[in-house]
């Protein structure tokens, strides 16, 4: 079961040329989102895409 997302804004890439401040910021927030869900037991397991974003899934990691 996906137990959680982090949404990209589809737009991230023309935001790098148009405002360099507010790709920057996403990327960010994305990179510690990926940390902390991996940190916590999580798994990227997913991508979804629509017109407006782009989303990870995460799944908890099976146990070995």
């Not at 040329?17 to 940190?39: C, H, K, M, T």
Request: glycine share 6%; with cysteine; aromatic share 10%.
């Amino acid at each position: 079961d996906i137990v959680a997302r982090i949404p990209v804004p589809a737009e991230v890439a023309r935001l790098k040329q148009s405002d360099p401040n507010e790709a920057r910021e996403i990327q960010q927030r994305v990179g510690r989102l990926f940390q902390e869900y991996l940190a916590n037991g999580l798994i990227a397991t997913g991508f979804e895409r629509s017109a407006d974003f782009g989303t990870y899934l995460f799944t908890p990691c099976p146990s070995k």
